[in-house]
């Protein structure tokens, strides 16, 4: 009997070694089977096409006020109609609508101070913690003295100066906000300059700029962005809470920290004015929050080393 009869036909062949899947994929699956991040994602994707699609959505004018209409309640109470789901607030407006409006000024304001605060928060990171020397030693303190000022105290005296207003708002937010990726990225790249493929480069005589941008910058994106994600559901709890002090976006624009703050004086009678912007800013911040964490647990590589 020929002994190439007694190998497996299987074995005879070499076999073709199957590509690794790119971190992003490996990271992309873990997502996909936390089933409670995924559900929290869904959340907030239905906030945000709340936010995109508010002129098909919402049933009626969010400014248009009938006090013939004031204070009317949600439809399963004695009284609701299936015109107001939700009820009227004390101008007689339909909170339905104002709340699905509302989540366009939210989901703005934290997507805008996220984008400029991220940006820059990175560009000064990676200038700190490359360059080091006196760049490294201003940002430093720069970012030290900003984070000595409790947040919305800071925020507060920001608004007090340039005044109400949605572009004010986000302005004041991302002045601050862009210390916590700076200090991330900036950790990031004092660890990254000493790896091999960072010193291969400076070796072939790479400037500085090329280094920080092609090297350094693509490997420290999942932790900018992950801390990113975290950081929106912060932004969208202080914008809730300036306009609920009266500092953020005026009315008659809707705007769920100012629909809170309209409700208090009917808390006793007409509960519902209040509670349903209060459970909209706690929905869209827990899910994203959840949502965060799935993607921190996915894709940080110190959880799957």
């Not at 790479?206 to 941008?213: F, P, Y």
């Not at 912007?277 to 869209?284: E, R, S, V």
Request: proline residues 6%; aromatic residues 8%; contains cysteine.
């Amino acid at each position: 009997m020929n002994t190439a009869d007694l190998i497996p036909l299987d074995a005879a062949a070499p076999r073709q070694r199957e590509p690794d899947k790119s971190i992003f994929m490996r990271g992309l699956q873990r997502f996909m089977r936390n089933r409670l991040a995924l559900a929290a994602t869904l959340v907030v994707l239905m906030f945000v096409a709340m936010a995109l699609f508010a002129p098909w959505l919402a049933p009626h004018d969010p400014t248009d006020a009938d006090l013939l209409r004031r204070l009317q309640p949600p439809v399963w109470l004695d009284g609701g109609s299936w015109a107001f789901p939700l009820g009227c607030d004390g101008l007689g407006r339909d909170i339905f609508s104002r709340i699905i409006y509302g989540a366009r000024v939210s989901i703005f304001i934290g997507t805008a101070v996220i984008v400029l605060a991220t940006v820059a928060g990175t560009i000064a990171g990676l200038a700190a913690g490359y360059l080091r020397g006196w760049v490294d030693t201003v940002i430093s303190r720069v970012a030290d003295i900003l984070l000595g000022f409790p947040y919305l105290i800071f925020a507060i005296g920001l608004m007090a100066t340039t005044g109400p207003g949605l572009h004010n708002i986000i302005l004041a937010l991302a002045y601050k906000e862009w210390v916590v990726p700076c200090r991330l990225v900036r950790a990031e790249a004092l660890a990254a300059r000493e790896i091999e493929y960072v010193e291969a480069a400076r070796a072939v005589g790479a400037s500085q700029l090329h280094i920080m941008l092609r090297e350094i910058l693509p490997n420290i994106l999942s932790p900018v962005m992950v801390i990113s994600t975290i950081r929106m559901a912060s932004v969208i709890i202080m914008e809730a809470s300036l306009s609920f002090l009266g500092l953020g976006v005026q009315p008659p624009t809707a705007s769920w920290g100012s629909m809170v703050a309209a409700g208090r004086e009917f808390m006793l009678d007409a509960w519902w004015v209040s509670t349903f912007p209060g459970l909209a800013i706690l929905l869209i911040v827990l899910a994203i929050n959840l949502a965060s964490q799935g993607l921190r647990d996915a894709f940080d590589p110190r959880f799957h080393e």
